[in-house]
């Protein structure tokens, strides 16, 4: 037996709970992982919450990350006593997921976990840190240096954007912060920003072209954001999507992309290459300072997660939530 919220649907809601499983309820997949820890992302928060049609098959043990060991093995990559990491994939929409003691998964899906990060502290990462190592790493592929100018970060005490703001700063780009939360520009300055600026700027309709500002931009926000993101972009930049925190619509021109030169980069998370994450993973373990990483997470139980959930959709949480599913 194993514990896991579990989501179940009814004719008029969707309810969460933490429920005693037993083993042979667990999908088909060729790998048996014993969890440590798993995360709440945005994704979790709709899915637990049932604000967005996340959940795709019923019931479903929600979680689209997490870590731990190899339990048993099908899979020639994998042993019993293996290290492993998990983000995406459908997991937590399709497939069980990994707020639970135990998963079971395809071994195609796993990563190894880096001998420079624990369990907890690839968790303290999760889904939302891995995303925006793709972003920086997309800045890069693409030509941002540091010489460039400033690199705009949006949702910046979000999960991604905290870490974003890491990574960049890090690295010695010079970082500038957008946020809706202004009480929390000494934190984001303590990760590295140099300017933290007020999301209202950014949010509401704007001009095909704004004044040329930013070499490269991360943006987990997306609509009007993403949209003036890219019109106040430099020419050659590069702009990161990589979220749909303010919405999916994209209203936005064409004069950016044929008058400046700038690329827009979907940065997609979900169905990586195995070659990308773990380039991004060992990325995240060699250059992702864990002090900073420290002041961003905080952690629950696996019955806390709940109402953490409600909290992260109702923009009280900042940064990152590790969830101990032992607890």
Same mark, same amino acid.
């Given at each position: 037996?194993? $514990?896991?919220?579990?989501?179940e649907?009814?004719?008029?809601?969707? $309810?969460?709970?933490v429920?005693?499983l037993?083993?042979?309820?667990?999908?088909?997949g060729?790998?048996?992982?014993?969890i440590?820890?798993?995360?709440? $992302?945005?994704?979790?928060?709709?899915?637990?919450?049932?604000?967005?049609?996340?959940?795709?098959k019923w019931?479903?043990?929600?979680?689209?990350?997490?870590?731990? +060991?190899?339990?048993a093995?099908?899979?020639?990559?994998?042993?019993?006593?293996?290290?492993?990491?998990?983000?995406?994939?459908?997991?937590?929409?399709?497939?069980?997921?990994?707020?639970?003691?135990?998963?079971?998964?395809s071994?195609?899906?796993?990563?190894?976990?880096?001998?420079?990060?624990?369990?907890?502290?690839?968790?303290?990462i999760?889904?939302?840190?891995?995303?925006?190592?793709?972003?920086?790493?997309?800045?890069?592929?693409?030509?941002?240096?540091?010489?460039?100018?400033?690199?705009?970060?949006?949702?910046?005490?979000g999960?991604?954007?905290?870490?974003?703001?890491?990574i960049?700063?890090?690295?010695?780009?010079?970082?500038?912060?957008?946020?809706?939360?202004l009480?929390? +520009?000494?934190?984001?300055?303590?990760?590295?920003?140099?300017?933290?600026?007020?999301?209202?700027?950014?949010?509401?309709?704007?001009?095909?072209?704004?004044?040329?500002?930013?070499?490269?931009?991360?943006?987990?926000?997306?609509?009007?954001?993403?949209? $003036?993101?890219?019109?106040?972009?430099?020419?050659g930049g590069?702009?990161?999507?990589?979220?749909?925190?303010?919405?999916?619509? @994209?209203?936005?021109?064409?004069?950016? @992309?044929?008058?400046?030169?700038?690329?827009?980069?979907?940065?997609?998370?979900?169905?990586?290459?195995?070659?990308?994450?773990?380039e991004?993973?060992?990325?995240?373990?060699?250059?992702?300072?864990?002090?900073?990483?420290?002041?961003? +997470? !905080?952690?629950?139980?696996?019955?806390?997660?709940?109402?953490?959930?409600?909290d992260l959709?109702?923009?009280?949480? !900042?940064?990152?939530?590790?969830v101990?599913?032992?607890?």
């Open positions: 037996m194993f $514990n896991a919220i579990l989501l649907k009814s004719e008029t809601a969707v $309810n969460a709970r429920a005693s037993a083993d042979d309820a667990l999908p088909a060729d790998v048996t992982v014993r440590a820890y798993s995360t709440l $992302n945005y994704k979790d928060g709709l899915a637990i919450t049932n604000r967005a049609p996340v959940v795709r019931p479903m043990v929600p979680g689209i990350d997490f870590a731990g +060991t190899v339990e093995s099908a899979h020639a990559d994998w042993k019993p006593g293996d290290a492993v990491v998990l983000n995406g994939w459908g997991v937590g929409e399709t497939h069980w997921g990994g707020l639970a003691q135990k998963a079971r998964v071994g195609d899906w796993l990563v190894a976990l880096p001998e420079k990060l624990s369990a907890r502290d690839a968790m303290a999760g889904t939302a840190g891995y995303t925006a190592m793709l972003s920086a790493v997309a800045l890069e592929r693409h030509g941002v240096d540091k010489s460039k100018g400033e690199i705009l970060v949006t949702g910046a005490s999960g991604v954007g905290s870490i974003a703001i890491a960049l700063s890090g690295w010695g780009y010079t970082v500038v912060a957008s946020t809706g939360k009480d929390e +520009t000494d934190y984001l300055k303590s990760l590295g920003a140099s300017e933290v600026i007020d999301r209202a700027t950014l949010s509401s309709p704007g001009k095909p072209l704004g004044k040329e500002r930013w070499a490269g931009v991360i943006d987990s926000v997306g609509s009007h954001t993403l949209a $003036n993101a890219c019109a106040t972009t430099k020419y590069v702009v990161a999507a990589c979220g749909l925190a303010q919405g999916m619509d @994209f209203p936005a021109s064409v004069a950016p @992309f044929i008058l400046r030169g700038v690329t827009l980069a979907g940065i997609d998370s979900v169905y990586a290459p195995k070659a990308r994450r773990t991004a993973w060992k990325k995240l373990a060699s250059d992702l300072d864990r002090t900073k990483l420290a002041s961003i +997470t !905080r952690d629950v139980g696996l019955a806390e997660a709940i109402a953490a959930a409600g959709m109702a923009g009280k949480v !900042r940064g990152r939530v590790v101990d599913v032992n607890h």
